[in-house]
């Protein structure tokens, strides 16, 4: 693959998938794809994510406790994420949110709680918050409507309706796009992709996960995040390059801290 003018906005590079390779791998990216941003999702991953970011210039970490890794987290998570949110590299808050589809997670008060506390540090730091929200849609609307704003934030992999869409881009928040929009069957996620003003737009593979079309079933590797540019390049009609162009600015926008 040649060089793409990319930049994956949420890949999982720290991910025990990649133990075999990862270095392997990253130098192959490196040549493709013009940054990532690696999101933590507890402890360990977030300090493996500002690790990688201080090893590789073209990656860039967020730091954070996803909504299923919350049973024992530390009493002072938040001076923890405090201390590395002035580190140079961390770019955000993440990944952080709601997910109600597994049941063995954590109450839907407590995830919020949580939820909200990290997103008050990222307003402290003027940090964006990178937010997962798995089958708690209503519940996430409604902090955005009621109880957030001065703040930014991408919803990754974005799932929710068009009408969720619409009142979240009225508060101008940034939305993030990968292997699913390339599945046949997510006709509702490309309606979705349409509508939002393509300086809103972030391309992401969400690596190991939700690979893109035709390589659905294996791993995923941001090497396969142009397979979902150029998948939506030719749903929205933008040639790829303007596209490529456009997120490039977009990730720029939204994390401030990358130049
Ligand atoms: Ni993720």
Redesign the pocket.
């Known amino acids: 693959m040649s060089r793409t003018g990319l930049w994956d906005s949420?890949a999982?590079l720290d991910s025990d998938y990649f133990t075999d390779d990862r270095e392997e791998l990253i130098s192959k990216l490196q040549q493709d794809l013009d940054g990532i941003v690696n999101?933590g999702?507890d402890e360990a991953t977030s300090a493996f994510a500002v690790e990688l970011a201080e090893k590789y210039d073209f990656i860039y970490a967020a730091v954070g406790w996803?909504p299923e890794e919350l049973k024992g987290i530390p009493a002072d998570y938040l001076d923890k994420l405090a201390a590395w949110a002035v580190h140079p590299k961390v770019v955000a808050i993440g990944?952080v949110g709601l997910d109600y589809y597994w049941k063995e997670n954590e109450p839907k008060e407590v995830q919020k709680r949580i939820f909200l506390e990290q997103i008050d540090l990222a307003k402290q730091f003027d940090l964006p918050v990178i937010i997962?929200d798995r089958d708690a849609h209503g519940d996430m609307l409604e902090i955005f409507q009621k109880e957030v704003s001065g703040v930014r934030a991408v919803f990754?992999?974005f799932s929710g309706s068009l009408e969720m869409a619409k009142e979240l881009v009225k508060r101008g928040y940034y939305f993030g796009f990968g292997g699913t929009s390339t599945y046949k069957n997510a006709q509702k996620v490309r309606e979705v992709m349409s509508y939002i003003p393509r300086e809103l737009l972030l391309f992401e593979t969400?690596s190991p996960?939700l690979t893109p079309v035709p390589y659905r079933g294996k791993r995923n590797n941001p090497g396969y995040l142009e397979l979902t540019a150029r998948n939506a390049a030719e749903v929205l009609g933008v040639p790829f390059e303007e596209l490529a162009e456009q997120t490039t600015k977009n990730v720029k926008a939204l994390f401030t801290k990358i130049k």
């Open positions: 949420h999982h999101p999702c996803h990944e997962h990754h992999c969400d996960y």
